[in-house]
């Protein structure tokens, strides 16, 4: 389900189109498991061009500032700020989608291809999960480099631990406005887990099924998620239309797989799009009021940066016009 089918199911504003228009909004298969996995190969006909983002470090550090104004003014409270960037390629990319699928930490590792377009993800972040007679949600918010120094410092930061519990609390308030859930409790809050070469918190928060619980009605809930949006969530959806220059797509949103008694949807964060001509990558992070817009720039680009690595062919080759 992509980011604009999470807007409409929470009644919130279209932003900007999607630049892979290709990918329906929603997308469902019927699948078996094969044998076993694969290793992701190299194509020796894949080649990447450069990568063009769709807005400057500076428009980007520019829309960090307006959100903190916005949270001045009272209008919100936190917002996901998310960038775009796209390369031109040639050749097979499925691939290169699948070392995106295979990077370490992903708890949703795997590619997603239609007629003309494929998706890669290599989220970290369960949106929702159904098992066991529970609902479960994991709200990731807050990054650091994967160092000893990168861990204490985000122990540390006052700020992305605010930012944190911030987002908590919208996960929280989202499972409650559930019929037929019992009362909500948080797990493991703030708790520290890698993703290739990045710290980030994750929380646990889950309710027990007590009743009817439907899907039309989860999704309603819990999308677009809380991490991805920002509190409140219609508000923050309305800064995000009016700010981001391109719209979200397949990232933000949700994919995963249904099956009997289980439900389990990633946030699509850490994902890349094809659509025969370009990939597409996004990424961002929450802004609150003492967010510092260059700092937030910068990480977004080191959550990019392990995409864009498993993106790169081996060899030199030679580019795309």
């Known amino acids: 389900m992509s980011a604009d089918a999470g807007s409409v199911m929470a009644g919130a504003p279209l932003g900007a189109a999607s630049p892979v228009p290709s990918i329906p909004d929603v997308y469902a298969v019927v699948y078996a498991h094969d044998s076993g996995p694969t290793e992701p190969g190299f194509s020796s006909d894949f080649a990447l061009g450069e990568w063009t983002p769709s807005w400057t470090p500076h428009e980007h550090a520019a829309a960090v500032s307006e ?3 916005a949270i001045g003014r009272g209008d919100v ?5 998310v960038g775009h960037t796209s390369a031109p390629y040639t050749g097979d990319p499925l691939p290169a989608l699948g ?3 295979a990077l370490p930490g992903a708890r949703y590792g795997g590619v997603l291809a239609g007629s003309g377009w494929a998706l890669a993800t ?3 972040e369960t949106l929702v999960e159904v ?3 529970r609902i479960i949600t994991r709200p990731i918010k807050g990054t650091r480099p994967a160092t000893a120094a990168g861990r204490r410092e985000l122990l540390a930061s006052a700020k992305e631990r605010a ?4 987002i908590v609390d919208l996960s929280r308030n989202d499972l409650a406005r559930l019929p037929g859930v019992g009362p909500v409790e948080v797990q493991d ?3 520290v887990r890698r993703w290739s ?3 980030q918190a994750e929380s646990v928060v889950s309710a027990p099924i007590a009743g009817r619980l439907d899907l039309a009605g989860l999704l309603r809930a819990l999308m677009p998620g809380g991490s991805v949006t920002g509190a409140p969530k219609i508000a923050a959806l309305g800064e995000i239309a009016r700010l981001e220059p391109v719209g979200r797509g397949v990232s933000m949103a949700a994919v995963g797989w249904i099956g009997p008694g289980h439900l389990d949807l990633g946030l699509t964060i850490r994902t890349v799009a094809a659509d025969g001509a370009r990939l597409h990558a996004w990424a961002g992070g929450g802004i609150v009021w003492d967010s510092d817009p260059e700092a937030e720039v910068a990480e977004a680009a080191a959550k990019l940066a392990p995409i864009k690595a498993a993106l790169s062919p081996v060899s030199p080759q030679r580019s795309p016009n």
């Open 122 to 124: 290599a989220s970290p």
């Open 189 to 191: 809050l703030f708790a």
């Open 99 to 101: 070392r995106v699928a």
């Open 197 to 199: 070469g990045l710290w």
């Open 131 to 133: 098992r066991d007679g």
């Open 67 to 69: 959100v903190r104004q």
């Open 163 to 166: 930012e944190h519990v911030m």
């Open 77 to 81: 409270y936190q917002v996901n700020v």
